[in-house]
C-alpha cells in the first residue's frame, strides 16, 4: 500500500494511523521496526522531513538511509522505475520527497513497498497527518474551524482532504489563479465535505479557531519570486489578521512574506508542536503500514 496522499487511506485507516500516533507518543504503545529500513530520497532539501522520517526510524529499533540528490542514480540517468525496483529489493519502506506528482506515482508503481510521499509539488500527506494530530491535541478533536490563508498548492490540498475525512471546516483563502486544484475539490466533496473558497484572507478568519498558512514561495518556485510576492499581497498572516487565535505553519517560514516575524514568534503559534508531530504522526503510519503488509 502506498500514501501518496491524504485519500489514500479511507477516514477509518486515517483515525487508526492517527491513534497509533498518539499512542506511540504517549508512551502507551512502544511498537519495534526492528531490523527494517526506510529509504528515503530526496530530490528537494528538507529539515523536518528528513530528520523527524531519520529519529523516527531510530526510536522504532529500524534504521534510515538517506539517499540525496548527489547520492543516487535517479534524476542522473535511471528511471525512476529501476530504482523503484532495486531499492524494493533491500529497504521495507520507501519515503520520497520529489518535485512531479507523476514521478512519486511511478515510485509507487513500480515499487514492491509501501512507497511513502514526503512531499510533492502537489501533495504533502505526512504534514496532514501531523496538522490532524497537532489539531487534535489543540482542541480535543476535529470539531474546529481552521482559516487557511496563502497558496493552494501541495500542504493545503494535503490538508484539504485530512479536512475533508476529519470533518474539520476548512475554508480557504487564496489569491485568483493559486486555488486548489480541482481534482481535489472534487475529491474532498465526494469524502462529503469540500472547503469553503474564498479570495478574501479577512472573511476566512472571521469564523476561524486557528489559522494556518504556507511559504508563497515553494521549492522549485524561485523564478516566480517577484511575481509571486505581488500576486500575494494582501495575504500576509499579521497579528491583526489572526487576532488571538492559535497559528499553524507547516515551516520553513518565510518571515516578512506569508507571516510577520512578532506572529511566528508568538504564543499563538502552534509551529514547533507541528514540528513534533510530524515524527509522532509518521512513527504512527510507519507501524500501521507495518501491520498491514
Ligand atoms: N514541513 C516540512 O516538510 O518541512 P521540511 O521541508 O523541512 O521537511
Ligand atoms: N509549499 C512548501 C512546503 C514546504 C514544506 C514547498 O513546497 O516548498
Known amino acids: 500500500m502506498n500514501i501518496l496522499d491524504v485519500d489514500d487511506l479511507t477516514p477509518e485507516e486515517l483515525h487508526a494511523v492517527l491513534d497509533r500516533a498518539a499512542a506511540i507518543k504517549a508512551g502507551r504503545e512502544a511498537p519495534s521496526l526492528t531490523t527494517r529500513t526506510l529509504a528515503m530520497i530526496f530530490e528537494k532539501p528538507s529539515?523536518?522531513?528528513?530528520v523527524s522520517f531519520e529519529t523516527g526510524m531510530t526510536q522504532l529499533d529500524g534504521h534510515a538511509v538517506f539517499l540525496g540528490p548527489e547520492d543516487i542514480h535517479l534524476g542522473h540517468g535511471e528511471p525512476i522505475?529501476?530504482?523503484?525496483?532495486a531499492?524494493?529489493?533491500y529497504v521495507d519502506f520507501i519515503m520520497?520527497?520529489?518535485f512531479d506528482h507523476a514521478d512519486v506515482v511511478e515510485l509507487g508503481e513500480y515499487a514492491t513497498v509501501p512507497v511513502i510521499n514526503g512531499l510533492t509539488d502537489d501533495a504533502h500527506p505526512c504534514q496532514t497527518l501531523a496538522d490532524l494530530l497537532t489539531i487534535h491535541e489543540q482542541f480535543g478533536g476535529f470539531g474546529v474551524d481552521v482559516a487557511w490563508v496563502g497558496d493552494g498548492n501541495n500542504v493545503c490540498q494535503s490538508f484539504v482532504l485530512g479536512a475533508a475525512m476529519t470533518d474539520i471546516d476548512l475554508t480557504v483563502a487564496t489569491p485568483e489563479g493559486y486555488e486548489i486544484d480541482d481534482g481535489v475539490r472534487k475529491r474532498a466533496a465526494a469524502l462529503g465535505n469540500p472547503p469553503a473558497e474564498t479570495t478574501d484572507p479577512e472573511a476566512a478568519v472571521a469564523d476561524a479557531d486557528v489559522v494556518y498558512t504556507?511559504?508563497?514561495v515553494s521549492m522549485g518556485q524561485e523564478d516566480e519570486r517577484e511575481e509571486?510576492?505581488?500576486d500575494f499581497d494582501g495575504f500576509q498572516v499579521t497579528a491583526d489578521l489572526v487576532s488571538d487565535r492559535p497559528v499553524m505553519h507547516c515551516l520553513p517560514?518565510?518571515?516578512g512574506e506569508e507571516i510577520t516575524d512578532d506572529v511566528l514568534e508568538s504564543d499563538n503559534a502552534i509551529v514547533w508542536d507541528q514540528a513534533e508531530n510530524r515524527m509522532h504522526a509518521q512513527n504512527g503510519l510507519l507501524v500501521w503500514l507495518s501491520d498491514a503488509e
Not at 47 to 50: E, I, K, S
Not at 81 to 85: G, H, K, M, S
Open 47 to 50: 529539515t523536518r522531513t528528513r
Open 81 to 85: 522505475r529501476d530504482t523503484a525496483r
Open 87 to 89: 531499492v524494493s529489493r
Open 96 to 98: 520520497a520527497r520529489l
Open 214 to 216: 504556507d511559504v508563497w
Open 228 to 230: 509571486k510576492l505581488r
Open 253 to 255: 517560514a518565510h518571515r
